[in-house]
């Protein structure tokens, strides 16, 4: 129990930090999303049903949060969850956390959701799909890859002592 009050205090915060700061490290309107990192976290940690659970309450979070497309993200976010709670191992959630794995979980992962968030976000716009997916989608995904770095460090760090 006392880990979910975590996960939900964890959640909050990377929900402020997702709407209100990531813009000013954005390049040319593209962002990292902090929010799939977590997912990702989650999946491997906790294995598929928890890890599509908290995706679509992350995902209905911050619907309600950002006022956009509500059910959108819920959607996309829940396929995350789903998506990376295949890669769960619980012996070797350590050694994924902390090597390479954990970036091209979080690369596929993103990938997977910024695909499906396209392909129904540009229906009926003037903004094509594969425009949209190979443009906006995988440069987000590229640099929300980037961006996990960071936690793999820290992983791999506090996993060698």
Do not use: C
């Given at each position: 129990?006392?880990?979910v009050?975590?996960y939900?205090?964890?959640l909050?915060?990377l929900?402020v ?6 813009r000013?490290?954005s ?6 999303d902090?929010?799939?990192i977590?997912?990702?976290?989650i999946g491997?940690?906790e294995?598929?049903?928890?890890a599509?659970?908290?995706?679509f ?6 619907d ?17 969850g ?6 769960y191992?619980?012996?070797k959630v ?11 979980i979080?690369?596929i992962?993103?990938l ?10 540009t229906?009926?716009?003037e903004?094509g799909?594969?425009?949209a997916?190979?443009t906006?989608?995988?440069a987000?995904?590229?640099y ?11 992983f791999?760090r506090?996993?060698?002592?």
């Amino acid at each position: 129990m006392l880990h979910v009050v975590k996960y939900i205090i964890v959640l909050f915060l990377l929900i402020v930090i997702q709407t209100q700061i990531v813009r000013l490290v954005s390049l040319h309107g593209i962002t990292p999303d902090l929010l799939i990192i977590w997912i990702v976290y989650i999946g491997l940690k906790e294995g598929q049903i928890k890890a599509t659970l908290w995706g679509f309450g992350i995902g209905l979070a911050t619907d309600l949060v950002t006022g956009n497309f509500i059910g959108l993200t819920a959607l996309t976010k829940t396929a995350s969850g789903f998506v990376a709670g295949y890669f769960y191992n619980e012996n070797k959630v350590q050694l994924t956390l902390s090597s390479y794995r954990f970036i091209l979980i979080v690369l596929i992962v993103s990938l997977v959701h910024n695909t499906l968030y396209f392909i129904i976000f540009t229906r009926g716009s003037e903004i094509g799909l594969f425009q949209a997916v190979f443009t906006v989608g995988l440069a987000a995904t590229l640099y929300t890859a980037m961006i996990s770095l960071l936690p793999m460090v820290a992983f791999s760090r506090k996993y060698r002592r």
